[in-house]
């Protein structure tokens, strides 16, 4: 252990005769096994002592734990981490050592007691909680299952349904709840806390009240023949919501295992399964995109300087569009006083309605008080025109994607706003150099692309020019992070990183469909493979109007690798343009229900003839596998250009990218990790051999070639990075 000590106990002895163990791990007291192997010794010391007759479990500085310490994961997963014998943890430690103790124990559980926090204070014979604690079992969203006999105990605590449903959607109770469920047993203030579970573990061992060990505690459970009938409900529920996932049904079976066999049993099969999971690509993904995620906000050169951000107050927002309604929207739920601006009174009036609906939804769905939504509305100020900008600290630019209306408007800015003033453009596309070309200002010009719809969506990436200050990136990552975004700072280009990196998704699509493949067993196959929507139905999503706009500014900057089709603007011109018209590549009913539709076959016919194609045999029986290959292997390639160029600092940034900005899958662990998994060389063979027949669109990049030789991750750092930041 040595220097390396991640973590401890302090074991203190009152007056009264009971041992306070304290769990010592900050920042949330999370349970390395330093941490384990000391509770193990405290109670084997409060055993040991004559003076100690009963103990109550705790954590320092309000806050039980915040569970297992994932940092740890990585080196049990890559084997570089002697780990204890599968069920040490869980048998000898937890079962054993705690709920076996011959003197009675009670956690005091304040602020969170989650994961393996929560598996700690289950197994002793009583828990008092604060109200307002957090209690549950996240582990499902890692891609694993509670290992600390997570799966026995709290089934006998809240019964079997209420168990499942907390374990199989990760969402914790707090104390009010517990205690309703029975899984705490008082509830007091947080000063109260200790001094409530020290008489309490002192009335357990004068039999004052009961010595509850959960392990074998059954009155929760149903008989065996309705148990069963209520994980068949539950992993019928599982196959329909998570068909990719193997993790929550393994947690039903585990469930199940104790209450058929006993909750000795089910430990360990528990400790059994809980080791195959860990090593299983799903976890390794989940754990990946966990602090990958928490990585973002750090950029080197930039948040490693010191500068503290500066305090933006006020923000104003230009262009109450669909894009600037959400972005808003975002803004006053943060407690953000806003400035919409539109051209006309009309524009401005649909601008604030658009808000007001957004906040109403929020109100319906129980997620806002009618109160609530007062003041945040009252937060929001229409203009229409510039004289409300000389105190704001933001300008946030929302409007259509046109060169010179964005110049004019960064001139105008530049007028009428402070100095001190952070000039932001939404724009998705266009090189932020040509937006600010007008102006003196470069310095404070920054990208701030949201994601549609910008209320909703969690991804911000932030644009810098080589011009834009630190100073400026940190405020908007400070801004980004009020707002509840995940913060991504990219460089600028064409299409930054998101829509850059998935300009082939759709192109790729097309490129198929012309050659014979099916679009909607293309749209199937992509759904099944984990994507919310498929290339096609997503382009109906977006419109073509905009589907057009963003795939001129790939021909234009990267001609020799953009698919040229005129699909989507023959569609176009006969009035189909997505789901706002009711006919894309679907036909949608009222209800936006997308369906089929029979009459697209002439146009792929039109298009394939005007493209000088025919149907190619292979393509039109193309097996599932070849089509996330085809579609999302020429994603990967524009990712390692992103990557190469030096727009993303990191890898990791790049997978937070694609999972929070496109919904690639989470459990895949992102594009260039889930790229990993399949094999650099893998993927170069694949992209080679389909260049060579079907042309430049698919030609590897250098920077693939290079690591597919080596035989090398693709997401390993670059030597010299050549950023673009």
């Given amino acids: ?95 054993n050592a705690v709920e076996g103790a011959r003197k009675p124990s009670v956690a005091a559980i304040d602020g969170l007691a989650l ?18 604690a957090q209690l549950g079992l996240p582990e499902l969203q890692l891609g694993l299952i509670p290992g600390f006999g997570g799966t026995q105990r709290l089934p006998r605590l809240v019964g079997i349904s209420k168990a499942l449903e907390m374990m199989l959607t990760s969402k914790p109770v707090k104390g009010e709840e517990a205690h309703d469920l029975g899984l705490v047993d008082a509830l007091v203030s947080p000063d109260e806390l ?97 602090f990958a995620q928490r990585g973002t906000s750090k950029v080197p050169g930039i948040t490693d300087r010191g500068l503290m951000p500066r305090r933006v ?72 025109d510039y004289e409300s900008f000389r105190d704001v600290d933001m300008v946030i630019e929302a409007v259509i994607e046109k060169v010179s209306l964005k ?34 200002s470069h310095d404070r010009i920054i990208g701030a692309h949201f994601f549609s719809p910008a209320h909703i969506m969690p991804l911000l990436e932030i644009v810098r020019t080589n011009r834009t200050s630190p100073q400026v990136i940190v405020d908007l990552l400070e801004v980004g992070k009020k ?49 919310p929507m498929g290339p096609f139905r997503l382009a109906d999503l977006v419109g073509f109007g905009v589907a057009i706009a963003t795939g001129m500014q790939f021909i ?26 009711k006919r894309g590549f679907y036909v949608y009913d009222d209800k936006r229900q997308a369906k089929p539709d029979p009459e697209l076959k002439k146009y792929i016919e039109k298009s394939r003839s005007i493209s000088g194609l025919s149907v190619d045999a292979k393509l039109v029986k193309l097996p599932e596998k070849d089509i996330v290959e085809m579609i999302f292997f020429p994603v990967v390639n524009e990712a390692c250009r992103v990557y190469a160029e030096g727009i993303a600092v990191k890898a990791a940034d790049l997978d937070i990218a694609s999972v929070m900005g496109m919904g690639f899958p989470p459990y895949r662990g992102g594009i260039m990790f889930w790229a990993d998994l399949v094999g650099s060389k893998y993927i170069y063979s694949r992209l080679e051999q389909w260049s060579n027949t079907y042309g430049e669109f698919f030609k590897p990049c250098a920077y693939l ?19 673009r930041l």
């Fill in 483 to 531: 707002i509840k975004k995940t913060p991504v700072v990219v460089g600028n280009c064409t299409g930054f990183a998101v829509n850059r990196m998935f300009f082939p998704y759709t192109q790729a699509g097309l490129l198929l469909i012309e050659r014979g493949a099916d679009v909607y067993q293309i749209d199937r196959a992509i759904t099944k493979f984990g994507m």
């Fill in 407 to 440: 110049q004019e408007i960064f001139a105008d800015l530049e007028k009428y706003c402070p100095q001190h003033c952070i000039l932001a453009s939404n724009t998705s596309t266009i090189d932020l150099n040509l937006i600010g070309e007008k102006t003196k």
């Fill in 194 to 290: 200790v001094s409530t579970a020290r008489r309490w573990a002192l009335d357990i061992l004068e039999r004052r009240r009961p010595w509850v060990a959960s392990l074998h505690k059954t009155d929760k459970l149903e008989p065996l023949g309705e148990a069963r009938e209520i994980l068949k409900f539950s992993r019928a529920q599982v196959q329909k919501q998570a068909p990719n996932l193997k993790h929550p049904l393994v947690c039903i079976d585990v469930v199940e295992e104790g209450i058929a066999s006993g909750g000795r049993a089910g430990l360990w099969k528990e400790a059994e399964e809980f080791q195959g999971l860990l090593r299983a690509d799903t976890c390794k993904s989940l754990v990946h995109i966990f």
């Fill in 115 to 132: 994961g393996g926090g929560l598996e700690v204070a289950m197994a002793c014979h009583a828990r008092i909680s604060t109200p307002t």
């Fill in 1 to 95: 252990m040595g220097s390396n000590v991640k973590g401890r106990t302090v074991l203190e002895v009152g007056a009264d005769g009971v041992a306070l163990i304290t769990i010592i791990n900050p920042p949330v007291n999370s349970l390395s096994f330093d941490v384990l192997y000391g509770l193990k010794d405290s109670y084997e010391e409060a055993m040991r002592r004559d003076d100690v007759k009963a103990i109550v479990v705790t954590g320092a500085k309000g806050k039980f734990s915040g569970g297992f310490d994932i940092s740890a994961f990585g080196g049990l997963q890559g084997g570089h981490k002697a780990e204890p014998k599968p069920g040490y943890i869980s048998v000898e430690v937890i079962t």
């Fill in 705 to 723: 070639a290079e690591r597919a030789a080596q035989g090398a991750p693709l997401s390993s750092p670059l030597k010299q990075s050549k950023s």
């Fill in 556 to 581: 234009e900057n990267f001609p020799e690798r953009t698919y040229k089709s005129m699909l989507i603007p023959m569609m176009q011109e006969d009035g189909r343009a997505g789901e706002t018209t």
């Fill in 313 to 384: 107050t006020k923000v104003a927002v230009i262009g109450g569009g669909l894009m600037g309604s959400g972005i808003t929207t975002a803004l006053i739920l943060s407690n953000y006083p806003v400035i919409l601006k539109e051209v006309n009174e009309k524009f401005l009036q649909a601008g604030i309605g658009r808000v007001k609906a957004n906040l109403q939804s929020r109100v319906k769905k129980g997620k806002m008080t009618p109160e609530k939504f007062e003041k945040t509305f009252a937060l929001l100020k229409g203009a229409l």
